[in-house]
Nanobody, 122 residues
């Protein structure tokens, strides 16, 4: 499997911004990329996605206009720029690059990493 390491989380006040990074062991050019999050007591949910070979970005309704997924120039790092953060965004955020995104759902059998904690205070 492709090794990824999430970083960039932290504590931020409501309305603030964070940029999460997903550093991969290989170029992500040939991989579907998905950012996910899981809050305590809740199921993991998709946040933002990119399809391999497609520059279009996709995001969940609850982050549209606030979060943006992108890839570095060397294609070895995926980013999640998070603006106007809200307390309900508090969660552990995960990056997954081993699955398949069909434009609606991201399916993966890959193991999940440790993620990075994002905490937004009110």
């Amino acid at each position: 499997q492709v090794q990824v390491v999430e970083s960039g989380g932290g504590l931020v006040q409501s309305g603030g911004s964070l940029r999460l990074s997903c550093a991969a062991s290989v170029s992500l050019d040939g991989y579907d990329i998905g950012w996910f999050r899981q809050a305590p007591g809740k199921e993991r949910e998709g946040v933002a996605m990119m399809r391999r070979g497609d520059p279009a970005t996709h995001s969940a309704d609850f982050v549209k206009g606030r979060f943006t997924i992108s890839v570095s120039n060397d294609k070895k790092t995926a980013y999640l720029q998070m603006n106007n953060l809200k307390p309900e965004d508090t969660a552990v955020y995960y990056c997954n690059v081993e699955g398949f995104y069909n434009g609606t759902y991201y399916s993966t059998d890959a193991l999940w990493g440790q993620g990075t904690q994002v905490t937004v205070s009110s």
